[in-house]
Structures are given as C-alpha cells and as structure tokens.
C-alpha cells in the first residue's frame, strides 16, 4: 500500500454548522416532527421552487408513499428502469404492484422515452422515471407520453437536489416538480445529507394531505397541533399508515446543508468539467455526457470503459489508495427479483433468459462498463490529478494490471451465481 492517502469516492461536506444545528432540537425538548422539519420543508420547497415539500425519514419511504398517493394498488404496473438503486424497484414492490423494466438510453443511462409507449398495458397505473446519479431525465418528452396516456409521473430524484432541467424554453430546479410528485434523498452519499431522510414535493395539495397523512401513523391530528391546541382533542386514524417521520435533529441539519448547496454544486461542476477535459485524451475511456436539456449536480461522475476492463481498472486504482465504485446496479439481475413474476420486461413478447435480457441490453452494459470516479466538495485539484494519473496507467500499462484478476471476465460470468 502507498503511504498517500486514500481518496474517497464520496465524503459529505458537514461540520461545525451541522453540529451546532443539532444542539438546537436538542436543547429545546423537541426532537422529532416539529418546528425544525417544518422549518426545512418551506427552505426546501423554497430552493427548488415546489408548492408542497413533506418531509420523510429516507427516499425509500417517499417513493413508497407518493406512488400509493398517486393510486398504485395491488396487482398494478408501474414503468420504471431496472437499472437502478434497488430501492426504486423496491418501492413499487412494497405496494404490492410488478415494476415493468423499460431499457435506458445509451448516452444519458436514463429511461428511453422512445421504450415506454410499448410497456404500457391496461394495468400500468404510473410511470416512475429515475434521474439517475443527479443527471436530468428527458422531462418534456416523459411528460408528453404520460399526458397522452392518462398516467401520473413521479420523479425518482434521490441524487438529483439542485439539478436543473431545461423546460419550456427554462431552465427549472428538478422537484418543481414536473411531474405529480417528486421524491429526493438526504443519505450520506448523496450531495447533501441530513444521515438519512427524504422529501417529497408536489404542487398538489391533495397529493400533499396524503402523503402528510400517511408519514405519520395516518394521526388526523399531529402533535404539533394538538401540543398547542387550548381545547383537549382527540386524535382519530381513518386509514392505514406509516412511522416515516424525519426527526427535528436531521432537520436542523438540513437546513444548514441546504445553505452549502449552492457551494457543492459549483464545485462539483468545476470539478467534473476539469475531469472531462482531463480524460478526453485517455483511451478506452468515455467521459460522461450532459445532454442540451440537462444540468446535473454530478452526484456521481461516472466513466465508461470495456467490460473486460472494468474490474481491472477499479483493482489497480484501489492498490493506488483511490476508491472507485462500479456503476448502478441492474434490479432485475438481483436474486431479489429473480423470480419470473416479481417483474415484466417492457418490450411485449420477451422471453428472460438466466437473469438477463436481451431489451435491457443498456442497462447491462452500464452497470458493467460505467466506473464511478472519486468526486467531493473538499476533493482538491492534486487529488483528482491522481486520479486521472492512476486511470492513465491503468489503460496505458495493462501489464501494470493486477494478475490475480482474470481480465477477461465476461459479461454474463456474474449470472451464474444467480
Ligand atoms: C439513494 C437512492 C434511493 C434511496 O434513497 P434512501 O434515502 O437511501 O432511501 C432511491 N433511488 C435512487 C435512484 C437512489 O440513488
């Protein structure tokens, strides 16, 4: 091992502020769903300019309770991507509905709008597009297939806080959002964290009631109500609900958080531009895309090299003291759904093979080509030169690969431990 320091493929930019935020709640005796959580909510809905923000204990959480909010029952379909955090297939799953895989498109990893009119069936109740690693999805063209079709859209934003999207001749904040809903992520590893939590925004109050409903035991009455209520009062519980409450301590720390966002996403797109330009004479290795409709925060930076050559590099970089991460995962590779009704491929007729299939062929080839760079606010210019210096010896040298790794993996040799 060198005596250089590991660098990080992602470390939350928190401190004194965050600290001392939290004595707040502390000290003054209320600690969960008060003051402070509504006091973020408005920040929040303020920054990316959404009528309604109802906040949750994590995305997991939103997703599940904004796709029941949009009416997802049992035995229904949502189109969604496998290529994905397991987390937004899980949603779906959770409210007893199949997710209907539809493939991405190559340059964006995002869903293929051009692939959804295809999976719709009469029990699709919506479609669930994810914004993938911060990066914008198609909104206008989403939005047209979803009016066409009568269907709610809610936005899979977990990584994208402060992404922007170029909408009606504008740019506009992802979580306005654009679709009925969209649901965004305070875990560590995305660009501004509370430890864990989540918001969902609308700009339907009806929406909003639910969701607000349901995060809190369906409790007709909230404790801040009641608490300052000069009449005893009853609380009632019409329907089934949820705990998916943020506490007021998370919430104090995201308030602090989102004063540094403006900071984190300025640096985070100097240093992906310096990446891009520094990468672009490399061999074998693609820089990330940004499409015309589309400003992301570059939660992550991922590059895109041979299958063959993507556990190699990840290996040497890692014997150098850089942590890399492979590219997001595939749900429907995952033994989780492994079985055959647990989901539909979107493209009608298709015969799954082993775990894999042949119209999500992008989705594969991004998560087994797509390498995840170290990016962070407090990243310095000399860290990422060593980054793109490593990754150089890595494509230039491949005697300098590690041997104890077989190089020529092939796509499908992970399958066969499913
Ligand atoms: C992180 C992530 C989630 C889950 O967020 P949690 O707050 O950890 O529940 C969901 N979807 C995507 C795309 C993610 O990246």
Redesign the pocket.
């Given at each position: 091992m060198p005596d250089t320091p590991l660098i990080p493929v992602a470390k939350p930019w928190i401190g004194e502020a965050e600290a001392d935020a939290a004595r707040r709640p502390i000290l003054a005796g209320w600690v969960t769903q008060g003051p402070e959580v509504a006091a973020f909510e408005n920040e929040f809905a303020a920054y990316v300019g959404s009528r309604y923000a109802c906040a949750v204990s994590?995305?997991?959480a939103a997703?599940h309770l904004a796709l029941r909010a949009v009416g997802v029952v049992s035995g229904d379909e949502v189109i969604t991507v496998s290529h994905?955090?397991i987390?937004?297939a899980n949603s779906i799953a959770y409210c007893g509905a199949v997710p209907v895989f539809v493939d991405i498109d190559a340059n964006t990893f995002n869903i293929d709008p051009n692939r959804i009119e295809a999976a719709i069936s009469p029990r699709t109740s919506a479609i669930l597009c994810?914004h993938?690693m911060g990066m914008p999805c198609d909104m206008e063209a989403l939005l047209k297939i979803a009016q066409v079709h009568g269907l709610p859209l809610i936005e899979?934003a977990?990584?994208a806080i402060g992404s922007e999207v170029r909408y009606d001749g504008r740019w506009e904040r992802i979580g306005r959002p654009h679709g009925q809903i969209a649901c965004f992520?305070?875990?560590p590893?995305?660009i501004v964290t509370t430890g864990?939590g989540?918001m969902i925004t609308t700009s339907d109050p009806e929406l909003d009631r639910r969701v607000r409903l349901w995060r809190q035991h369906s409790m007709s009455i909230s404790d801040t109500v009641r608490h300052q209520a000069t009449r005893v009062t009853f609380e009632a519980y019409p329907e089934l609900g949820f705990n998916y409450r943020m506490t007021d301590i998370q919430a104090a720390v995201g308030r602090e958080q989102l004063k540094r966002l403006p900071e984190i996403i300025e640096r985070r797109r100097d240093l992906a531009a310096r990446y891009s330009r520094l990468l672009a004479e490399l061999r074998n290795i693609i820089p990330p895309p940004e499409p015309c409709f589309a400003r992301t925060n570059w939660q992550s930076y991922c590059i895109r090299t041979e299958r063959t050559q993507q556990a190699c590099i990840m290996q040497h970089m890692l014997e150098h003291g850089i942590a890399t991460r492979r590219a997001i995962m595939c749900s429907h590779r995952e033994v989780a759904y492994g079985t055959p009704d647990s989901w539909r491929c979107g493209s009608p007729g298709c015969l799954k093979v082993n775990g894999s299939c042949e119209h999500l062929r992008n989705s594969e080839y991004a998560q087994d080509c797509g390498i995840i760079l170290p990016l962070f606010h407090e990243m310095t210019y000399a860290e990422q030169d060593r980054v793109v210096e490593c990754l150089r010896e890595a494509v230039d040298r491949p005697e300098n690969m590690p041997a104890a790794l077989v190089c020529a993996r092939s796509s499908t040799d992970h399958l066969t431990s499913a």
């Open positions: 994590n995305c997991t997703l994905s955090f987390a937004t994810v993938q899979d977990a990584c992520s305070f875990h590893r995305k864990d989540g």
